[in-house]
């Protein structure tokens, strides 16, 4: 166990020396906002919040941090679902959102080097505008980049372009230390050494602070188009999905959700989708620089849909309609919090199981009496299984809630998936972490963890316990 230095009145004039007035937040309602991310991790308040403005002040505050002993939190936008940003053992929670300049777009070597509180709907409208495209786009918009980066967030463009790792090409970040240390660059390839810049990306605060990111972008598409398709049935539908990717068509998005999920989403942004009378539903996006090739997919995907139980074939032509589907699909996650308690696993499986890992989550259900909605990045294997409280006592739905996490989660495993696809382990996730990984990989995890931060001081307590 360690043993951590309390935030005195004497570290909180250092750190006001180091951020100023403005870069201090102590305040009941800053401590509180500080406390917590949108996971059902209790939360755990900070003794101060501190916000820094540049690379240098997160190194000065580090030193100061790592000379006392006292536990820092990265924090981005506290978006995150497995309790990464909750300040466990209280200290310092250092937000880097005031952090937030796009420092540079270069379209020779297409990169855009930014700080880690840039969110990602700021750098996807920056890099649209010029005819590009940094392809991450997790769910939830006002994510920052350093929270993408740590968790190695996905989205819906996962299947065809890949997640936050695939585009990271250099970092900047502070170690627990205070020193600096800067990984990759504008070179596109590497053979030097232990790739230290992969160890940093999805290690959710633990490891080092990113303080400035260099990310490789791609010329966007010219036309997208996207259908909208219910299915008679769930098995069919997830059928559908590798059998689009079998008969070689690539869409740039291809998304699973069950009737409970459409139904909520209706009920919360108070309009009708195409439809909601059936038990599944496929979004299908497709996109090219070529209208036909465009067209040419889509009347495939249309194809096979219709072959596997699809009932009809809705297509979102228009930009605005897009959008309009889009929101409908990226509202679920608030969708689900307006209106229930819920908690949710995000395995991973390969994508030609997704049938089975759907047909298991039923019997899951069937077992535990305990309502679980399917949605998700099905193009990429990674299902999100909504468990909802329902109109279940609360102490009794936490006890299932465990152990239908827990079936989950082995299902998963069970079907050649992992732990988690892109929410990371954060504290809610940690005794599963093994499951998937076992114990050598465990302890070389630790022993990773233990170089870098021999103190334990750096967000302590998630991904395991040292
Ligand atoms: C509605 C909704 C939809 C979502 N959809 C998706 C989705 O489609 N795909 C997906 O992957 N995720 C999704 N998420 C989860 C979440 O948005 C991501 O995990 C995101 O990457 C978190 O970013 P953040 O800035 O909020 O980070 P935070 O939650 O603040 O932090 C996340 C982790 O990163 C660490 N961290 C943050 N900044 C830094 C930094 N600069 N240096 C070092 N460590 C840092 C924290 O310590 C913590 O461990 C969704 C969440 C919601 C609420």
């Known amino acids: 166990m360690y043993q951590y230095g309390r935030v005195t009145p004497d570290i909180k004039s250092k750190l006001l020396e180091i951020v100023g007035s403005e870069g201090i937040l102590e305040d009941e309602e800053e401590l509180s ?3 917590h991310d949108e996971s ?5 308040l900070p003794e101060v919040v501190v916000r820094p403005s540049s690379s240098e002040e997160v190194s000065k505050i580090m030193r100061l941090a790592y000379e006392k002993r006292i536990p820092v939190t990265p924090q981005g936008s506290r978006t995150g679902l497995s309790g990464g940003a909750n300040p466990l053992y209280g200290g310092i929670a250092m937000t880097l959102e005031g952090m937030n300049r796009i420092l540079e777009i270069d379209e020779e070597n297409l990169m855009a080097v930014v700080e880690p ?7 996807h409208q920056e890099t649209e505008k010029r005819g590009l495209l940094y392809p991450p786009d997790p769910g939830q918009e006002s994510g920052t980049i350093g929270g993408n980066i740590s968790t190695n967030a996905g989205g819906v463009r996962g299947m065809k372009y890949g997640v936050t790792r695939d585009y990271v090409n250099g970092l900047e970040a502070v170690l627990p230390s205070g020193e600096f240390i800067s990984l990759g660059g504008k070179a596109m390839k590497s053979s030097t050494g232990y790739e230290l810049l992969d160890l940093i990306i999805g290690s959710e605060g633990t490891l080092a602070v990113v303080t400035k990111a260099t990310l490789k972008l791609v010329p966007k598409p010219q036309h997208t188009a996207l259908a909208y398709i219910p299915f008679n049935d769930v098995k069919g539908a997830a059928k559908a999905v590798s ?3 079998r ?7 291809l998304e699973y959700v069950e009737q409970h999920g459409v139904l909520t989403a209706e009920r919360y942004l108070g309009r ?17 620089n070529r ?6 997919d889509l009347e495939t995907v249309g194809e096979i849909c219709m072959e596997g139980g699809g009932v009809e074939v809705y297509v979102a032509d228009t930009q605005t309609r897009q ?13 689900y919090k307006a209106f229930w308690e819920i908690d949710e696993v995000d395995v991973c499986v390969p994508r030609s199981r997704i049938p089975d890992y759907i047909e298991g989550v039923k019997r899951i259900m069937e077992t535990y009496g305990v309502l679980i909605s399917n949605i998700g990045h099905a193009g990429d294997g990674n299902v999100h299984s909504i468990i909802v409280r329902g109109e279940l006592e609360r102490d009794r739905w936490l006890q299932l809630l465990e152990r239908v996490t827990e079936r989950l989660i082995e299902l998963g495993i069970s079907l050649g998936g992992t732990v988690s696809g892109e929410h990371g382990i954060g504290y809610t996730k940690k005794k599963y972490l093994p499951y998937k990984v076992g114990r050598v990989q465990v302890e070389l995890m630790k022993a990773i963890k233990r170089a870098f931060d021999p103190h334990n001081i750096l967000n302590p307590g998630k991904v395991f316990d040292l």
């Open 323 to 335: 959008r309009q589907l889009w929101e409908a699909r990226k509202c679920l996650f608030d969708a």
């Open 243 to 245: 059998e689009i990717v």
């Open 291 to 296: 209208e036909e090739e465009v067209e040419r």
């Open 247 to 253: 008969r070689r068509v690539m869409p740039y998005a």
């Open 117 to 123: 509180g840039v969110l990602i709907m700021d750098l």
């Open 272 to 288: 009708s989708l195409p439809d909601h009378s059936h038990p599944a539903y496929l979004i299908v996006g497709v996109e090219g």
């Open 33 to 35: 906002k500080h406390s």
């Open 40 to 44: 059902l991790m209790p939360p755990h």
